[in-house]
């Protein structure tokens, strides 16, 4: 049974009913760009599974840390790190995959055809065991709208569980890849492709669709691990029925508790075609058992054809793993201006707050801000804006769960709204965060990054691009346009930032070695002391990281670490796609910003696996 894991953390550090209500965020900074010292958090006592080693699932674990108790790769030895072996994938497009270690066996997911690899990790250089290609539709690779990427694979119980593009989700014998089940869960004439990690939870495989851009209508399905057929599947719009709203239903907040807002927040029928796919990360917790997600933009971006909150977009859900049902829901982003997708992370953690211990889920959100939010109510403990640069809202309202907007960069009809940041890529996108029980901190991956944006009519035609909006991104202020920031969850603050040429576009990785692992758009993988963002180590690969960080002990005893090259994702499309740096508009806008690029990186598709001598 796949282990499970939740943090417990015990910190002397209180947090006063006072600091609950105000939004104020006063980051500490340091040498990278500003002038105080960093001040790290008391030391935490985690209550965690032994570490064993492996790393079967893209998070670590079920409360979505990204932390490894790990430690032979420490602060004061990591500058010695060497390459132990790598491999080639043959694919060249954005390798945003975390690679799966589980029984002595690496397990690789390449973006479309989203050929797996099994690596033995027995043999040297970790020849290949064995390889699937599940040979996808063509045609999926042309309703992509950021890439044909793929975020990897879940090892469960000798199975393990990944998606294609074109909507498939396949379970395969781990040891021999012997192919158990293939079910196909969307349809590309509609838009609709897959992209995420699946998540398995008590026997369910849990799995999201792509495809906002498309006009497609958002759900998540969990499929029975062993028979491959549906168990269950909750649409993010429609009727309540339909998004398994019930009688146990208790959002926190009043506005949430009518019936049906799934129609009624919408124009009519718009909702059958009106975004909110679950395409980023889920999270689990056993104790409440319930697992936690975000759901994306509403469709089209440009707001005024859909008046309205447009629920259940941008917004998150806590779900029973085995049914469905909902529990509460949360929208972060009411009527969404700017393509404020709320599928990021949502870290688990147990925080003192007033005094008292609170189950809580940390979610960096795509609006720039830091959501605490009680995991058992949906109660919104603080927002604080870990972007700092945040001019869409002015906070969030502690009262009602609803954010202040700022009147001059609502978009819409008739206009070109100037200097809105973040832009649409978020403060941070899909990018995952990790958390350090050792120091407190959460280590934040994430864009500078702002935009213009003109409204325009979209018209929706089934499996065609519904956007109806002209947008260009470019660099934030200071010029930088991304940074990786390590955050203090109760004090509510930058603790340090470290600074990034092209938005942080990799996953990061924390361990016990108070080491923190990611990765640049123009090759670099960097290594920094998990305290104070100090640069311990650097190697340069062959093509920009956009991929998820790994550690895990090998057969042989030692720590390794491992990471994906192969620039593209939706930040690095004008390399992968081959994209004009003269048309601003391309990739939906981030070609403006990325012009440059191609300077820097070229395409590629390499595992690079790291050890000390």
């Known amino acids: ?18 600091a609950q209500r105000h939004e104020e965020n006063k980051p500490a900074q340091d040498d990278r760009g500003s002038s105080a010292a960093p001040q790290p958090l008391p030391q935490a006592i985690p209550h965690l599974q032994p ?6 699932m893209p998070a670590k674990d079920y409360a979505s840390t990204r932390y490894s108790a790990l430690s032979q790769i420490n602060a004061e030895n990591a500058r010695n790190l060497k390459v132990a072996w790598t491999f080639s994938t043959g694919v060249l497009h954005g390798h945003e995959a975390a690679p799966i270690v589980a029984n002595k066996t690496m397990y690789v997911v390449t973006p479309f055809p989203n050929v797996l690899y099994a690596l033995d990790l027995t043999k040297p250089g970790a020849a290949i065991k064995w390889t699937y290609y599940p040979k996808p ?12 990427v793929n975020r990897g694979a879940f090892y469960s119980e000798g199975k393990v569980f990944f998606n ?24 590309i004439n509609l838009g609709e492709s897959i992209t995420m990690a699946p998540l398995v939870v008590k026997g369910k495989v849990l799995v999201g669709n792509s495809g906002g851009e498309f006009g497609v209508r958002g759900w998540l399905t969990a499929v029975d691990a062993n028979t491959g057929k549906i168990a269950w599947r909750a649409y993010s719009t429609g009727p309540d029925s339909d998004v398994r709203i019930g009688p146990n239903f208790k959002p926190f907040y009043a506005q949430d508790r009518e019936k049906d807002l799934g129609v009624k927040t919408w124009p009519p029928d718009l909702w059958k075609i009106g975004g909110g796919s679950a395409w980023g990360w889920i999270s689990y917790d056993p104790d409440l058992d319930l697992i936690y997600y975000g759901t994306s933009n509403p469709g089209p971006w440009n707001p005024d054809q859909r008046p309205g909150d447009n629920k259940w977009t941008a917004s998150l859900f806590a779900r029973r793993p085995e049914t469905g049902e909902a529990v509460w829901a949360y929208q972060m982003t009411p009527h969404d201006d700017d393509d404020y997708d709320g599928v990021n992370e949502n870290i688990l953690l147990d925080l003192p707050i007033g005094g008292q211990t609170r189950k809580v889920l940390f979610h960096p959100d795509r609006d720039g801000r830091a959501y605490v939010i009680d995991r058992a109510s949906g109660e919104v403990l603080s927002a604080a804006a870990y972007y700092k640069y945040t001019n869409t809202t002015t906070d969030v309202d502690l009262k009602t769960g609803r954010p202040n907007l700022v009147a001059d960069k609502k978009t819409g009809f008739g206009k070109t709204v100037r200097d809105v940041c973040p832009a649409a890529p978020g403060g941070k996108d899909w990018q995952p965060s990790a958390f350090s029980p050792r120091t407190g901190m959460i280590y934040i991956p994430h864009n500078n990054l702002c935009m213009d944006f003109e409204g325009v009519q979209a018209n929706y035609i089934a499996g065609t691009p519904f956007v109806g909006a002209n947008v260009k991104f470019y660099a934030g202020p200071g010029g930088h346009r991304g940074e990786f920031t390590a955050w203090d969850p109760i004090g509510r603050r930058e603790l340090w930032t470290i ?85 601003g508009t391309g990739a939906l806008g981030f070609v403006n910003a990325m012009k440059d690029l191609g300077n820097y990186t070229a395409p590629g598709g390499m595992l690079y696996v790291f050890a000390l001598p």
Not at 137 to 148: E, K, P, S, Y
Not at 164 to 186: F, M, S
């Open 1 to 18: 049974m796949q282990k499970r894991l939740l943090l417990v953390l015990t910190l002397t550090l209180s947090w006063g009913c006072a």
């Open 51 to 56: 570490e064993d080693g492996q790393w079967t």
């Open 137 to 148: 539709d063509l045609a999926a690779q042309g309703v992509a709208c950021c890439d044909v």
């Open 164 to 187: 294609t593009l074109d909507d498939q989700t396949i379970a395969l014998d781990g040891n021999t890849g012997k192919q158990l089940w293939k079910i196909k869960l969307g349809d």
């Open 499 to 583: 600074k990034e040429q092209f938005p942080a576009w990799s996953g990061a990785l924390a361990t016990a070695g108070d080491v923190v692992f990611y990765g640049t758009m123009d090759r670099w993988f960097k290594a920094v002391d998990a305290k104070n963002g100090h640069l311990l180590w650097q190697f340069q690969l062959g093509s920009g990281i956009v991929g998820q960080p790994v550690t895990y002990t090998g057969p042989d005893g030692k720590q390794y670490v491992a990471i994906l090259s192969g620039v593209g994702g939706w930040s690095g499309a004008i390399v992968s796609g081959a994209l004009n740096p003269k048309d």
